[in-house]
């Protein structure tokens, strides 16, 4: 290890971060390698390190003797400085390369507040953050992940995005990449080859014409590329093995534990869920598949916990069947089960008994409403009936906590809606007491979390204006004001942040000035409370003479263009407007597994069928 590197690691919290070595670890011969893929998460350590799709690509990419895929993640504000006060670039952890001598450096954006690490990482890799700036004989960027549904604010910095699913999409892609290479081609060349790979977006083959005000007038696709570019997709996720070894942190992730994906994608259509849509139509592997494939992760890495995860774990088909196989080997192994993602609406006794003789803490479910009107505006398809039976099971079960996950800021939202969130905790509250067979001397602990509502694109809310901070912020007072026991307790998030994630949410290509503006000021780790600098960001739209509140403060027209309307996720604009409408009249879409509601993502499959409706869906409510 370098001497430099040393010193650095000695004057920091947490060096471990930095080290690499840890079990699981792939190790080559770079000279023995066509390509080297530097894997980029833009946040710190601990947080990449839970993030499951790193570890199922860097598995896949590793599993090729001519690909070498090495992870690097965000240094915190202490290596940071260390690095740029003793000259250190950014390095891959595996080898301790500089990113600089990679083929590809890729990006996982997960978080628009995370847009201003990436022109971190870039920086302390020494390489020009503008995409027009890099020679070809620099690393081409790429990056992919559910904010790649609306890429425009990063078009200025990223090379080439992937829309979808990078399983199929991102070795193709290094494929063309170590072709043109070797041909000799130019970084455009090799990129325009890229483009004919579904699902990839090349945005310097694209030209944006705008309105006076601001709106966008149209997108052109320019020498060939396609129009609109269409997402990647497994049909059959059962093709696609489950990763068997995962690195294991040095240091605790926030979630440190083994991991299984029992399903990809979620047939409920909640009108405020992104990954709903943009995963859709929903895909299931088999029971026996997945328990065969945990037990193996669990025995290969050492983990005692396995987590089952999902958009939605409990609308598996076979759920039961799964957990009475992966029963067989975890009590005998002493592994612990966690399932998140739970629904109320098919929560059984059968389900509370399993999941009681694995893990017995506290149940989490997301009723995101408070009261039955707006459930339906945001199609939650949850009624008091169905979270009444689910609590009284759980409280017979003997669990003494629970959880309620809510959103503020919903389209149509009132006052009275607010009430509502602090009046069903309430309810819970009181029938825990009800029951004669509630633990003696064990009181109840109900926990409200409440998220501020950020419309999304390629939803049916994204046409509605977000709330404007000081409307949130009067809407939290009001709450925690409505809640009248000690036996509930409240939380929220930060209105400021969710603003700032709105903008770059729905933003577009004219964002990049204002992204880099505030990077050179200082911003970074703008998730992390104590380092978001709002009053810097506000006054670095003000210079620009950029209007943040254009993008979220003011409802899109539904025949209007956005900035992601070249991008299809398989869901028609048709569909997103009838949801939209249907919304505001307070009118409920069955999910997918009931009903086809015709969104027009079974055109993604070459089959055009997301389901058989001719078999009985098992469904605990009908």
């Given amino acids: 290890m370098d001497e430099a590197l040393k010193a650095a690691l000695s004057a920091v919290q947490k060096p471990g971060r930095y080290t690499g070595g840890e079990p699981g670890c792939v190790y080559k011969e770079k000279e023995k390698v066509s390509l080297r893929f530097a894997f980029c998460f833009p946040d710190t350590y ?90 070809d004989d620099m ?86 590329a396609p129009m609109p570019i269409r997402k990647a997709i497994i049909e059959d996720m059962n093709t696609q093995p ?30 405020f869920c992104q990954a709903g849509f943009l995963y859709r139509p929903m895909r299931e592997r088999d029971a026996a598949l997945l328990s065969t494939a945990g037990k193996a992760l669990c025995e290969n890495t050492g983990y005692d916990e396995i987590s089952l995860t999902s958009l939605s774990t409990s609308d598996h088909s076979d759920l039961e069947t799964l957990l009475d196989d992966m029963l067989d080997w975890t009590q005998d192994e002493h592994v612990s089960m966690s399932l998140p993602s739970l629904r109320v609406d098919n929560f059984s006794q059968s389900l509370v008994e399993k999941i009681s003789r694995v893990r017995k803490s506290g149940l989490t479910f997301a009723a995101e409403a408070g009261t039955q009107r707006l459930r339906d505006v945001i199609n939650k398809n949850v009624t008091w009936e169905e979270i009444e039976r689910t609590c009284k099971l759980a409280f017979g079960a003997g669990y003494t906590s629970v959880k309620l996950y809510f959103m503020m800021g919903l389209p149509t939202e009132t006052m009275e809606d607010i009430e509502g969130i602090a009046e069903t905790a309430q309810r819970i509250v009181d029938l825990y007491y009800a029951n004669p067979d509630h633990p003696k001397g064990k009181g109840v602990q109900v926990s409200i979390s409440v998220a501020c509502f950020v419309p999304k694109p390629h939803t049916p809310f994204q046409f509605v204006p977000q709330d404007k901070p000081e409307v949130l912020r009067e809407k939290q007072q009001h709450l925690l004001h409505s809640v009248k026991s000690r036996k509930i307790s409240v939380s929220y998030h930060d209105s400021k942040t969710s603003f700032l994630e709105g903008v770059f949410a729905k933003g577009d290509r ?66 997103l407007v009838r949801e939209y409408k249907k919304a505001l009249d307070a009118k409920t879409t069955k999910p997918c597994n009931r009903a086809c509601a015709g969104c027009g993502a079974n055109q993604l499959l070459k089959g055009g069928v997301c389901f058989d409706y001719s078999k009985t869906v098992v469904h605990q409510n009908g």
């Fill in 46 to 135: 601990e947080v990449g390190m839970s993030f499951l799709g790193m570890k199922i690509l860097y598995e896949i990419l590793n599993a090729r003797e001519d690909i070498w895929c090495e992870r690097c993640f965000m240094p915190w504000v202490d290596m940071r400085r260390e690095m740029q006060q003793r000259g250190l670039p950014l390095y891959a952890l595996e080898s301790k390369d500089p990113l600089s001598e990679f083929d590809v450096i890729g990006f996982t954006l997960q978080y628009e507040l995370s847009y201003t690490n990436i022109l971190a990482m870039l920086d302390l890799a020494g390489l020009p953050l503008l995409c027009e700036e890099r020679t």
């Fill in 139 to 224: 690393p081409i960027i790429v990056a992919g992940g559910p904010c790649a549904c609306n890429s425009e604010p990063l078009t200025d910095f990223i090379d080439l995005f992937m829309l979808g699913e990078g399983e199929i999409q991102l070795p193709a892609v290094c494929d063309t990449i170590i072709a043109g290479r070797k041909a000799g081609l130019s970084k455009r060349e090799i990129l325009k080859n890229c483009a004919a790979i579904q699902g990839v977006y090349i945005p310097a083959l694209y030209d944006v014409e705008y309105y006076e005000d601001g709106r966008v007038k149209e997108i052109r696709a320019n020498e060939g």
């Fill in 242 to 271: 489950l990763p068997q070894n995962f690195v294991v942190p040095m240091i605790g992730a926030v979630h440190d534990r083994a991991q299984i994906e029992v399903l990809r994608g979620c047939v409920r259509g909640c009108r």
């Fill in 510 to 575: 004219r964002l990049g000035k204002v992204l880099l503006e505030a990077y050179r000021r200082g911003c970074a780790f703008d998730g992390w409370e104590e380092h978001f600098l709002f009053e810097t960001w506000m006054q670095v739209f003000e210079d620009l003479g950029v209007d943040p509140s254009f993008y979220v403060h003011r409802a899109i027209g539904l025949d209007e263009v956005t900035p992601w309307s070249h991008m299809d996720y398989g869901i028609s604009h048709d569909y």
